[in-house]
C-alpha cells in the first residue's frame, strides 16, 4: 500500500490504533496448521494455535499492492493469518492482480482486510470542476466497490475499507467524499471501514491530530453509521519496525475508542520505511530501507495486526 501522505508536516507525539484482543494461546514459534476444513479451524480458537498468532496474542497480517503469487502465499500463511485484498486497483496502479483469488485464499486458510481504493484531494477537486460533487464521487466509488465485494464472493456485513492515503485534517471536500462513500456502503450488504493515519500532525499551537480522530468528530457530530478503522501508524515508538513479534498499541495505554467506530487493526511497518519516522527501529529493515517477509527476501510488504484473524469477515 502507497504511503499516507499528511497535507501538514509530521509532529513526533504519538497515538493509539488497535482494539484490545482476546488471547489465542499461541507460542512465538508458529507453523502451518493442516486444515481440512479451513472455515471451521479459523473459527476455532480453544483447541490449537491459529496461524499468524501473534505472542502478544492478537493476529499478525501484512497488505501490498501485487498479488505475491499461490504458492507465495501458502508460504506466508502461518506466520500471517490475514491479508489486504483489493477490490479495485490499488493507489498508482491501472490493473488490479488479486481479483479472483478469494476463493484460492480461503482455502488456504487466509482471512480478509478487504480494500478499496480512495481519491486523492487533487481527484476530488477534479470532478468537482467537471460538475461531479465530492458526495457524488463518494456514491459512484462505494457503488464500485460493494459491486466488486460481491463479485468476488465476499459475504454479507463483510468490512470494506475505503484507502484514505493523505493524511491530517480533511479538507471538506475530502470529508464530504469520504463520508457519503461510507454512508452508502452502509446502505448496502456491506459494513464500512477506512485506512487512514494515525499518526498526530499540528493542528493548532500546542494541537495535534490524526486523521482518524477527525473520521470519528464527523462521524459522532453527524450521527451516522461507525466506521471500522485500520490505523496507519508506522512511527517508532510504539511502532517496533519490520518483526513479526509487534505487540498491540493497546498494551501500553496509548489507546482511546469512541463511539465513532472501532479500531480493528493496525499497520505498524510499511515498506519502504519513512526516515524521518523509523530511525528507532530502522536496523530491523533492509538495507535497502523495505520490510520484506520472514524467509522470502525478494516479497516486499507492509506489517498489520489485527484482533481477529479475518478482520474483514470475509471467509
Same mark, same amino acid.
Given at each position: ?5 499528511? =497535507?501538514?508536516?509530521?509532529?513526533? !507525539?504519538?497515538? *493509539?490504533?488497535?482494539? @484490545? $484482543? ?5 507460542? %512465538? &514459534? ?98 468537482? =470542476?467537471?460538475?461531479?460533487?465530492? !458526495?457524488?464521487? *463518494?456514491?459512484?466509488? @462505494? $457503488? ?5 465485494? %460481491? &463479485? ?107 463511539? *465513532?467506530?472501532?479500531?480493528? $487493526? ?50
Amino acid at each position: 500500500m502507497p504511503r499516507i501522505r499528511s =497535507k501538514s508536516v509530521l509532529a513526533l !507525539a504519538l497515538a *493509539g490504533a488497535l482494539a @484490545a $484482543a482476546a488471547t489465542c494461546g499461541c507460542s %512465538k &514459534s508458529m507453523e502451518p496448521l493442516p486444515r481440512p476444513d479451513p472455515v471451521q479451524q479459523l473459527a476455532s480458537v480453544h483447541s490449537t494455535p491459529l496461524a499468524g498468532c501473534a505472542p502478544s496474542g492478537v493476529f499478525r497480517g501484512f497488505d501490498r499492492n501485487d498479488y505475491p503469487g499461490d504458492s507465495t502465499m501458502r508460504s506466508l500463511y502461518g506466520t500471517f493469518a490475514f491479508t489486504g485484498y483489493w477490490l479495485t486497483p490499488p493507489p498508482g496502479e491501472r490493473s488490479n492482480t488479486w481479483i479472483g483469488k478469494r476463493d484460492t485464499l480461503r482455502q488456504q486458510g487466509w482471512g480478509f482486510l478487504i480494500l478499496a481504493n480512495g481519491r486523492f484531494d487533487k481527484e476530488i477537486v477534479k470532478a468537482q =470542476k467537471a460538475g461531479t460533487t465530492p !458526495a457524488q464521487l *463518494g456514491r459512484q466509488d @462505494a $457503488a464500485v466497490a460493494v459491486a466488486a465485494a %460481491k &463479485s468476488e464472493g465476499f459475504p454479507q456485513h463483510a468490512i470494506v475499507f475505503l484507502d484514505q492515503e493523505e493524511g491530517g485534517r480533511l479538507l471538506d471536500e475530502q470529508s464530504e467524499y469520504l463520508l457519503a462513500w461510507t454512508e452508502a456502503v452502509a446502505a448496502s450488504d456491506y459494513k464500512p471501514g477506512v485506512y487512514a493515519s494515525g499518526q498526530p500532525v499540528p493542528n493548532g499551537p500546542g494541537q495535534t491530530i490524526t486523521t482518524i480522530e477527525d473520521i470519528r468528530a464527523h462521524v459522532i457530530k453527524n450521527h451516522l453509521h461507525p466506521i471500522a478503522l485500520f490505523d496507519a501508524q508506522d512511527a517508532c515508538p510504539p511502532a517496533p519496525g519490520c518483526t513479526v513479534n509487534a505487540k498491540p498499541l493497546s498494551s501500553s495505554g496509548e489507546i482511546t475508542l469512541s463511539p *465513532g467506530g472501532d479500531l480493528v $487493526a493496525w499497520q505498524y511497518a510499511q515498506s519502504p520505511r519513512r526516515p524521518e519516522l523509523t530511525q528507532a527501529c530502522s536496523t530491523t529493515y533492509a538495507a535497502d530501507g523495505n520490510c520484506y517477509a520472514p524467509g522470502l527476501p525478494t516479497v516486499t510488504l507492509d506489517m498489520d495486526l489485527a484482533s481477529s484473524p479475518d478482520p474483514s469477515h470475509g471467509r
